[in-house]
């Protein structure tokens, strides 16, 4: 039994069959490959795949030639840097060797004219926190004389003699005893004694 909205009921819904579908031709027929066939294939395949990665070994080559520059790059640069730095440290330590010695001249030419029995202790005692090397010059010298020989009052000589001292190292000059002969041929030259004794 039918009805106008509904399929068949019950055994005719049975005997109704789906239609059926006819194959086509065309899809049931699989192609075949013979050896030589799959063995071409295989071959192209390899050849294409090849063919792709032929300039690796040249690409890697390359890049590891940039990595080695850059490398070297680096280690020299690295090199002047470190060069910089131990040019820059000898010329801080060449520097502090010319204040160094620029202040220690100074403090002992200075005590010497200030009275000073012995420069070379009062170079040791002299408390240099305020003397300071800049610009070829140096300040602060009378006052820390000053200053030490208050702390320290035997330091001063007890005559107000101010000693000879050498230009060059502003050490005091060792008196020196001329002989009689000296003493003529200083007088023959139109030299003092002292200016006689200063060429020796």
Same mark, same amino acid.
Request: glycine share 4%; proline share 0%; aromatic share 2%.
């Given at each position: 039994m039918t009805t106008e909205n509904t399929g068949p009921i019950g055994d005719e819904a049975a005997q109704v069959a789906p239609p059926e579908i006819q194959p086509d031709a065309e899809a049931t027929t699989e192609r075949?490959?013979? *050896?030589? $066939?799959?063995? #071409?294939?295989?071959?192209?395949? +390899?050849?294409d795949v090849r063919n792709q990665f032929a300039d690796y070994q040249k690409l890697?080559? +390359?890049? @590891? #030639? @940039?990595?080695? !520059?850059? *490398?070297?790059?680096?280690?020299? %640069?690295?090199?002047?840097? %470190? +060069?910089? &730095?131990? %040019?820059?440290?000898?010329?801080? $330590?060449?520097?502090?060797? &010319?204040? $160094?010695?620029? &202040?220690?001249? *100074?403090?002992k030419v200075r005590a010497s004219q200030m009275?000073?029995?012995?420069p070379d202790a009062a170079f040791l005692l002299l408390d240099r926190s305020n003397v300071q090397y800049a610009d070829g010059n140096v300040t602060g010298v009378d006052d820390a004389i000053a200053s030490l020989l208050e702390d320290k009052p035997y330091l001063r000589a007890t005559n107000? #003699?101010?000693p000879n001292i050498n230009p060059e190292s502003g050490q005091p000059v060792q008196a020196v005893r001329l002989t009689e !002969? *000296? !003493?003529? @041929?200083? #007088?023959?030259?139109?030299?003092?004694?002292?200016?006689? %004794?200063?060429?020796?």
């Open positions: 075949t490959f013979t *050896q030589e $066939d799959v063995n #071409r294939l295989q071959a192209q395949t +390899r050849r890697k080559d +390359r890049a @590891a #030639r @940039a990595d080695e !520059l850059e *490398q070297a790059q680096l280690t020299e %640069a690295e090199k002047m840097e %470190a +060069r910089a &730095i131990e %040019a820059e440290k000898k010329v801080n $330590d060449a520097q502090q060797q &010319i204040a $160094d010695a620029m &202040i220690a001249s *100074q403090v009275g000073v029995v012995d107000n #003699r101010t !002969l *000296q !003493l003529e @041929a200083a #007088r023959m030259m139109g030299l003092t004694a002292e200016e006689y %004794a200063q060429g020796l």
